[in-house]
């Protein structure tokens, strides 16, 4: 079992940098591939980033490939989502969640445990 803590959000500008937080209490937090997901109200909850379970692959979603970047650090037990340029569009309640042993599935189905989310919003 893994407990998720995310951190990092608040109210940024448009072309702004942020970065989240993911930290993991658990002991075999680093078993877990992590994945970012967000939401808007209303929405389906969809995919951002994933980083598998030994950090050697990660996966992006085509709204974020080449703005944000994920990383993990399991000495600190957290993982990372450096976020560039960012867009009002990218305004959403950002989720992370673990997925035992994962390789970074894109699929929201596949993560066991998940955070409670950090609101993100972009202002024009």
Same mark, same amino acid.
């Given at each position: 079992? /893994?407990q998720? /803590?995310?951190s990092?959000?608040?109210? &940024?500008?448009? %072309?702004? $940098?942020?970065t989240?937080?993911?930290a *993991?209490? !658990?002991?075999?937090? $680093?078993?877990?591939?992590?994945?970012?997901?967000?939401?808007?109200?209303? #929405?389906e909850?969809?995919? &951002?980033?994933?980083?598998?379970?030994? !950090?050697? $692959? +990660?996966?992006? *979603?085509?709204?974020?490939?080449?703005?944000?970047? @994920?990383?993990?650090?399991?000495? #600190?037990? +957290?993982?990372?989502?450096?976020?560039?340029d960012? #867009?009002?569009?990218?305004?959403? @309640?950002?989720?992370?969640? *673990?997925?035992?042993? !994962?390789?970074?599935?894109?699929? #929201?189905?596949?993560?066991?445990?998940?955070?409670? %989310? +950090?609101? &993100? +919003? &972009?202002?024009?």
């Amino acid at each position: 079992q /893994v407990q998720l /803590v995310e951190s990092g959000g608040g109210l &940024v500008r448009a %072309g702004d $940098s942020q970065t989240l937080s993911c930290a *993991a209490d !658990g002991p075999t937090s $680093s078993n877990y591939a992590i994945a970012w997901f967000r939401q808007v109200s209303g #929405k389906e909850r969809e995919f &951002v980033a994933a980083v598998s379970w030994t !950090g050697g $692959s +990660t996966n992006y *979603a085509d709204l974020v490939q080449g703005r944000f970047t @994920i990383s993990r650090d399991n000495a #600190k037990n +957290t993982v990372y989502l450096e976020m560039n340029d960012l #867009k009002p569009e990218d305004t959403a @309640i950002y989720y992370c969640a *673990a997925h035992l042993w !994962g390789l970074g599935s894109v699929q #929201k189905n596949r993560y066991t445990y998940w955070g409670q %989310g +950090t609101q &993100v +919003t &972009v202002s024009t």
